[in-house]
């Protein structure tokens, strides 16, 4: 491990080696690889960064929450004297699993959701201020023509994937018009009763940073059971929305990808959780205590496969795209 | 929303699609691959296959075989006889082939220039950064430059001999540089000295300092350090260079003076691919915004943007000869197989002597490069883009819509982030260009109202374009064919129909439309374009410190470089066909048929309407006669095979 670590260094190279920053692997205890691969990505998320150790800086001794145990993680990888090397979030994962055993709901992004969660009061946190954004879902009774929009928040978006598509089409799709009919039709107010209706669900708010979910766990009937959609799926360094309502406030908010969390294996009880994050312009990728630096173009193996022969793949299972106006 | 885990099964690969001009089919017989298919397994990662022709000038072969076609895949190089539609080729039998150790051919590219019954020079770029210069024919040709990696280490992206050059090539590497290399100067033993010789916003360019003239003559530094140039196209007149990279800039050169002259910013992502018009006037590109991006090289703006692929597109080309045609139902859209036209007629711009075809037949119009536009009415392009979405898109661009202005949308915040003026704050000045502006959208008004009053007789229309086409189709030059094409046949209602601007504000394309017949909203663009080109102008030369407008994409956006998704017509194709179950690699447009090629290695030519080959239609299409009148029973006697 050491030769890996002085290894990354030399990649970087000294005078290369961004000042302030810090590479430092996270210790596996025993699958706990889902959670240090998405605490590497908010990590490099850089305004969730500064918004947690500011929150550190500003909470001294307060009742121990996720957000504590995760803003001394962060308060920690930051202050290291070295610049590269492994760390045990011993703590964090601790109160990871007491919560989860607590509240016994189980998700890959439980690291995420549990952090925002635990330290937001019901008024509006940093945390909605960085991924928080508004999805308008409008729909059109079919039978008086009446258009009803609502908005809800959203944290991030959960797109389904289709096999040879880029991320921009599955967002696409994500807002396709679905048509409300027979058991699933819609209560129109203007006519009070059920109806069929055409809904489509568009962006109104972009957040500051996009997280975007894709479906790659999915249910067969046939199999009874969640299989991996390895389906490739391009994304780009860069992107924009085209599936903003007609009423967003700016639909032209140009994105940089920041972090890719990546799923590897077979199935969704097996395999691995890694995460490339881009740093300071160049791309490291996150094996647990491992950190190597990676060309760019080695992205592309985090695709998916054109084949749909079940087997092994590494795929891009979470993408962190930030705003290019937030900083 | 349901996901298919088979990710769309074989049983939609489409063999055949019809559009308005007839119905195009896989000639199965003309499909090329690697001799042996067994371990055709991994293409993942591997180099896109890419495919090269060339026709070789004899005029003692009457029989038109002329035509030598090359590709990569894997490790592995091929040449071979290329009959198009006609005949197939024994695979076991290549004209040349390669294996390759330690490295992939990327890109590659005949000399037409050059090329002689018995010889066709063939440059290869390899993955590693060499270049190596072979032929096919000769055989005893071998020649190696940047052999040792002294020059550029990093991956060839794209390689292309100077339009009419014997021995002047240009090489592009993922490094973001661009180097001109003689094939008879030597590489030299030491890395290259370079001292700088030109410079401008977002590029550099060099000579090598050395006592004795070696290779590379000239290198350009584009884009920022170490952004990937994905490929170059020179103008049809060979004056102007386009190059995408990237960082998702389309950069115009003039070639000779080396002057950046123009440059466009994708909607978001790189730029992965590049061509002219026919014409020279409009460059399209492709990206990973799933666009197909058209830019005029007049107006120096990006003009309108082509939605239709589900995926990033990898190569986009125009097609010389589908240039324009008569539809007279305005329920046929083309897009399904299932419909036959009812006034489908063909149309081909068959030349007599097959050899000024090809690549040299287009290279044959270059009087009308860079020369101001004289076409009065709408000419009609045909584009086709392939994506790796593993579909190819045809796209029918007129110029109606390629000349609205950029509609700025009200909209609270469009203000805000561009301190450049768009389009409606310049008052027109510029008489001449007025003038022509007006004439066109005068003459683009009578012609629609005829045709309205068209609308309703079918079979008369379809009658007149009929000898519209005849009579377009025997004028020989690409320009005065362009030139001829008039409006006439084209009924307002169905041009909405095929070339539907998807704008997203409901309503904002009826205001599209009103503001495309002002003539003077075209020239304040025109004026609008030329301040920001001095605008960059002005940074010309500057210190790379010096923030330029280039830098920040949010000060792009809103701008001739980058106008919003709602400021420009977005145009919808015309076809989208699933081709291959592996991405698209490749197309190119020939007179009887087009090429595709797909990452696991397999070339497919697709024959156009009227030049498909049975069985029993071998001996007949070999002398191919004009087929104005023939093709139906083609078509039905095909589709009824297909039912």
Known sequence: MGANISQLER?????????????????????????????????????????????????????????????????????????????????????????????????????????????????????????????????????????????????????????????????????????????????????????????????????????????????????????????????????????????????????????????????????????????????????DDMVDKIDASTIEDFYGLTSDIQKSSETGYILFYQSIDCN | MAVQLDGGGKEDLKTQFVTREGTYKLMTLSEYSRPNRVG?????????????????????????????????????????????????????????????????????????????????????????????????????????YNEDRLIDKSKVTCIK??????????????????????????????????????????????????????????????????????????????????????????????????????????????????????????????????????????????????????????????????????????DFSGSDDETLPHNNHNHYHEKANRLSTTSQGIHSNRNSCGSELRVSGGTCYRLGSVSQDTQLCLWDITEDVLRQPMCAKQRPSAAGSSTLPTSGTVNSGNGSTTNHHLNNSKHNNLNNINCKENASGNNDSSNNSMSTNTAVSTVNSLTQRLAGLGFGERKGDNHKRNFSLTMRGSGASNSTIIQNSSGDKATTNLNTSSNLNSVSGSLVGANKKVSSVMDDPMRLIGTAWCPRFDECPVLEPLVCKKLAHERLTELVFREDCFVTACQDGYVYTWARPGHMVGPLTISSTLHRPHHHSNPYTNINSLRSNDL
């Open chain 1, 11 to 287: 990649d970087i190279g000294s005078d290369q080696f961004p000042p302030n920053e810090h590479y430092f692997g996270l210790v596996n205890f025993g699958n706990t690889c889902y959670s240090n691969s998405v605490l590497q990505a908010l990590y490099f998320c850089r305004p969730f960064r500064e918004k947690v150790l500011e929150y550190k800086a500003r909470n001294k001794r307060t009742k121990e929450t996720l957000l504590t145990c995760l803003a001394d993680l962060f308060y920690s990888i930051a202050t290291q004297k070295k610049k590269v090397g492994s760390i045990a979030p011993k703590k964090f994962i601790a109160r990871l699993r007491k919560e989860k055993a607590e509240r016994s709901q189980s998700k890959p992004t439980g690291g995420k959701c549990g952090a925002g969660d635990a330290g937001s009061p019901p008024e509006p946190t940093w945390v909605h201020e960085i991924f928080q954004g508004i999805l308008t879902s409008e729909t059109r009774c079919l039978n008086c023509e009446t258009v009803s929009s609502k908005d809800e928040d959203f944290f991030d978006l959960q797109v389904d994937v289709d096999q040879n598509t880029s991320i921009t089409h599955c967002l696409r799709c994500f807002s396709n018009t679905e048509t409300l009919c027979s058991d699933n039709k819609f209560k129109c107010d203007h006519c009070s009763s059920y109806q069929e209706a055409q809904k489509r669900m568009r962006v109104k708010k972009l957040p500051m940073i996009l997280a975007l979910h894709l479906k790659r766990f999915k249910y067969v009937e046939q199999y009874n059971r969640h299989i991996k959609v390895s389906h490739r799926v391009v994304f780009p360094l860069e992107l924009r929305l085209f599936n903003t309502s007609d009423d967003a406030v700016n639909p032209d908010r140009l994105y940089d990808l920041v972090a890719v969390v990546i799923h590897c294996g077979s199935g969704p009880n097996r395999g691995h959780y890694i995460s490339i994050v881009k740093s300071h312009g160049f791309w490291l990728l996150f094996d």
């Open chain 2, 40 to 144: 055709y397994t991994n293409s993942q990662g591997s180099a896109s296959v890419r495919v090269s022709f060339v026709t070789l000038p004899d005029p003692t072969d009457p029989t038109g075989l002329g035509d030598r076609m090359c590709f990569n895949f894997g490790k592995e190089l091929y040449v071979y006889v290329y009959r198009g539609v006609k005949k197939a080729v024994d695979l076991n039998k290549p004209v040349d082939k390669k294996l390759y150790k330690g490295t992939n051919p990327t890109c590659h590219n005949f000399n037409q220039t050059t090329a002689t019954a018995d010889s066709a020079p063939l440059l290869v770029g390899f993955s590693t950064g060499q270049i190596q210069l072979i032929d096919p024919i000769k055989k005893e040709l071998s020649k190696l």
């Open chain 2, 161 to 330: 001999w100077v339009p009419g050059s014997n021995n002047l090539f240009l090489v592009s590497h993922s490094s973001g540089q661009l180097y001109l290399y003689n094939e008879e100067l030597l590489c030299g033993t030491t890395a290259p000295h370079y001292q700088s010789f030109k410079s401008g916003d977002g590029y550099a360019i060099y000579t090598c300092k050395t006592k004795s003239t070696r290779n590379p003559l000239y290198r350009w530094v584009i884009g920022a350090e170490g952004c990937c140039i994905n490929e170059f196209a020179f103008s049809p007149c060979g004056s102007n260079l386009a190059v995408v990279s990237q960082d998702g800039f389309l950069r115009v050169f003039q070639y000779n003076t080396m002057e950046l002259v123009g440059s466009a910013r994708s909607y978001f992502g790189g730029f992965l691919c590049v061509c002219w018009s026919p014409d020279g006037r409009y460059v399209v590109v492709g990206g990973e915004d799933d666009l197909v991006t058209i830019w005029s090289f007049h107006e120096k703006r990006v003009v309108a943007r082509g939605q239709g692929h589900h995926s990033w597109v990898s190569v986009v080309a125009f097609d010389p000869y589908t240039t324009s045609y008569g539809d007279h139902d305005p």
